[in-house]
């Protein structure tokens, strides 16, 4: 499962406890403003791309 948040940092703690929990879980690192940065493929609720 990949977790992840704005900046990465709630999503570092979700995983962890996930990982805690049994489950097979990772942190998005730098979170959804990291991937916006780097451009990369943004896909809005309404299936449409975001710029």
């Known amino acids: 499962m ?3 948040c704005s900046a990465g940092s709630r ?3 979700a995983a ?3 990982r805690d929990q049994g489950v097979d ?3 998005l ?3 959804m403003a990291e991937w916006a940065a780097r451009r990369l ?3 809005t609720s309404s ?3 975001a710029s």
């Open 2 to 4: 990949i977790v992840y």
């Open 11 to 13: 999503s570092t703690r």
């Open 16 to 18: 962890a406890f996930l």
């Open 25 to 27: 879980a990772a942190a």
């Open 29 to 31: 690192v730098g979170g």
């Open 41 to 43: 493929p943004l896909e």
């Open 47 to 49: 299936g449409g791309g």
